[in-house]
C-alpha cells in the first residue's frame, strides 16, 4: 500500500524568490515517488519536519494545520478506496481521485475556482460579481487586524466578519445597501457551495443563520422618465455613427422593443429580424421573445444595416467579429460599450435640456415599464410584473398572453 506524507520540499530548485519552498503531499510506492503541490508556502524555520506541521511561528498555524490534517486524511481515504475497489495502485488512479477532491479552503483559491469554472462555460457575467466580492474581501481582510488576506479562509467567514465587511462598504467604499446585499448575497451562495457540494464546511458554520440579509434594503430605486422626456431624447439630431447618435439610438430602441437590455441589444444580429418582427432569446433566462417592429425601431434598423461597418452580422457597431472572439473578449468589450454609452447619455440630457435627470439604459427599460402601468392597459394582463418587482413574474404574466395582444398594447407607445 502507498505511504502519504506531507512534507515541505526545500530543494533549492524549488525555492521561491521571497525566500520559501512549496509544501506537498508526497505518495511513495514501490519506491517511486510522486508529488503534489498544495497551494501552501513556507520557510524551513517556520516548518517542523518530524510532524509535517505549520510550527508555531507561522500565521494561523492552528487552522492551517488542520487543513493539511484534512488533507492527508483524505489521501489515505483515497489509497484504502482504490485497494476496496479491487484496483491496483497507480498514482495516475490516485491523482484522477485526489484532484477532483481537493479543494482549497483559502477564500482567494475558493472564489479563483468558482471564478474559474464560469469562465470555461463562457459565463463572463456571471464571473464578474465573484471577482468584485473576492477582490472587496481581500481588500477588507488585509486593512482589518486578525485576518490575512492571501491566508484568508472559509472557515473565518462568520457573523462578525460579515457586520464589519458590510461596515467598511459603507464607509471605504461608499456603497448603499442595494450593493451591500449583491455582494452579501454572492458570499453567501459561495458557503452554501462549501457546506452543501465541497464539504469544506460543517452546517453549524454557515454564517447567515445570525447574519440576515433582509433587514438591507435590496429595492431598486424606481428609475423611470416620462413618455414625453422619450420623445424629446428620439426627436434629438447628432452626427451619424457619433457616440452620442449611438447612445440615443439604444436608449430609444431599449423603449420600443419593450425594454430590451444592453446585452440583448448587443448580440441581436441580422438572423434576429424575421419581417416585420424581431425574434430573440433573452441572454438571462434564454426565454424567446418575439414582437412587432414598431417604426422608431425600423428607422434605426435600417440605419445600421445600411451603414454599419463591423465586420459580422451584429446590428449595432459594438462587435467586431475579427476582434471580439472570446467570452471573456466580448464581455469586456460589453463592459465598455455600456460605459460609453451611459457618458453620453449624460450629455444627450443636457442637451435636451434636462439637466439633472440621471439617464442610463436601464432608465428606458424602467420607463417601458412604467409607461405600461400608466396606459389604459389591464392591470390583470400585465400586472405590476412589468414594473419590474422580480423579473420571474414578468415573465410569467407575460408568456401568458397572445402576440397580438402584446403587440397591440406595444402600439400605444408611439
Known sequence: ?????????????????????????????????????????????????????????????????????????????????????????SFLEFEKRFIQKHVSSLVKDYYDLRIKDLREEGKESSASP????????????????????????LSEIDYHFLADFEKWLRKERKLKDTSISVYMRNIRTIMNRAIKKDKLLKPEQYPFHDYEISKLDHTTKTRATTKDVIHKIRDLTFPDHSKEQLAQHIFIFSYYTRGMNFVDISLLTTKNIMGDRI?????????????KILKPVRDILDFYLEHNKMQGDYIFPIYDEAIHKTPRQMYNRRKQALRSVNKQLITIAEKAKMKGL???????????????????????????????????????????????VLDEIDEQFL
Not at 138 to 150: D, I, M, Q, T
Not at 375 to 381: G, L, R, T
Request: proline content about 4%; some cysteine; overall charge positive.
Open 1 to 89: 500500500m502507498a505511504t502519504i506524507k506531507i512534507i515541505l520540499f526545500d530543494s533549492p530548485s524549488k525555492k521561491l524568490q521571497n525566500g520559501t519552498y512549496p509544501i506537498c503531499l508526497k505518495i511513495t510506492h514501490q519506491r517511486k515517488r510522486k508529488y503534489f503541490q498544495l497551494n501552501k508556502y513556507t520557510t524551513p524555520a517556520k516548518w517542523n519536519k518530524d510532524n509535517g506541521r505549520f510550527k508555531r511561528s507561522f500565521p494561523n498555524h492552528s487552522p492551517e494545520n488542520k487543513v493539511l490534517l484534512k488533507i492527508e486524511g483524505r489521501a489515505n481515504d483515497i489509497t484504502r478506496n482504490i485497494e476496496r475497489d479491487d484496483l491496483p495502485f
Open 130 to 153: 465573484y471577482i468584485s466580492t473576492k477582490n472587496a474581501m481581500l481588500e477588507f481582510a488585509h486593512v482589518s487586524p486578525g485576518y490575512k488576506s492571501n491566508r484568508l479562509t
Open 279 to 291: 425574434e430573440y432569446k433573452r441572454s438571462k433566462t434564454k426565454k424567446n421573445f418575439s414582437f
Open 358 to 404: 440621471k439617464l442610463t439604459t436601464y432608465v428606458s427599460r424602467h420607463t417601458y415599464a412604467t409607461t405600461l402601468k400608466n396606459a389604459d392597459v389591464s392591470i390583470a394582463k400585465i400586472s405590476e410584473a412589468l414594473g419590474h418587482s422580480t423579473e420571474k413574474v414578468t415573465k410569467t404574466y407575460l408568456k401568458q398572453f397572445d402576440k397580438d
